[in-house]
């Protein structure tokens, strides 16, 4: 089937505005994990989603930032009063089981704070 | 604090000239260490999972090797299409998350 899905490919908003990115899994996958990737830095992990379990948010970088996953499917990762340190791509990948699984990820949504 | 450092930082090599990518990891008990391949706008592609040291994993031109400090990514008679950057991952027994290294950029001109 399809990959990972991530919407909007591409956004531009204005400092202090939220934002919202949207991230449709792999069908069946129970394990979906956010990254963040900085031009020229690794990836940088925000928050991980287990199945029903509560979601690992150790890598959120501040209280601006949150996510949600609906129906153990799609993910909405949230920024509020959007700074200019945030931009950034914004990955989401999926895995059948989180353990010893590799990631599926999606081409990601690259955020630029003017 | 697991790290994960990822060296040279870029390479450059002429199809055909074989090389190696380096993976240096610290991390209080490996679950599992991955090489995943990037090419520009697009995410980062599987390539390899390796568990223990010793192990060694192999897919066209590319090998994998693991030790108990680092990993190496071979690459044996580049072609043009293998330019890309090379991440990679570690997965430690008492964490969620995948702990990415900084990635080799590498340029294989013909």
């Known amino acids: 089937g399809a990959g990972v899905s991530q919407s909007p490919s591409n956004k531009v908003t204005e400092k202090g505005k939220d934002v919202e990115l949207r991230c449709d899994p792999i069908?069946?996958?129970?394990?979906l994990y956010w990254y963040r990737q900085s031009l020229g830095q690794g990836l940088e992990f925000l928050i991980y989603?287990?199945?029903?379990?509560?979601?690992?948010k150790s890598g959120l970088p501040s209280d601006r930032f949150s996510a949600e996953r609906t129906g153990g499917s799609v993910s909405t990762l949230t920024i509020q009063r959007t700074q200019q340190e945030d931009s950034a791509v914004y990955l989401c990948?999926?895995?059948?089981?989180?353990?010893?699984?590799?990631?599926?990820f999606g081409n990601g949504t690259r955020l630029t704070v003017t | 604090e697991d790290q994960v450092t990822q060296s040279p930082e870029a390479l450059r090599l002429q199809e055909g000239e074989s090389s190696s990518l380096n993976c240096s990891y610290t991390?209080?008990?490996?679950?599992?260490l991955f090489w995943y391949r990037q090419d520009p706008g697009k995410g980062p592609e599987f390539l390899f999972t390796?568990?223990?040291a010793g192990e060694e994993k192999e897919k066209e031109r590319l090998k994998a090797t693991l030790t108990k400090k680092e990993s190496f990514l071979h690459i044996t008679a580049p072609k043009p299409e293998d330019s890309a950057t090379y991440l990679c991952?570690?997965?430690?027994?008492?964490?969620?998350?995948?702990?990415f290294g900084a990635g080799t950029r590498l340029t294989v001109k013909p």
């Open positions: 990948a999926s895995s059948p089981t989180g353990d010893f699984s590799p990631l599926h």
């Open positions: 390796l568990y223990s």
């Open positions: 069908s069946g996958h129970t394990a």
């Open positions: 991952a570690v997965q430690a027994n008492n964490n969620n998350d995948m702990r």
């Open positions: 989603f287990q199945g029903n379990s509560a979601p690992d």
């Open positions: 991390v209080s008990g490996l679950r599992g």
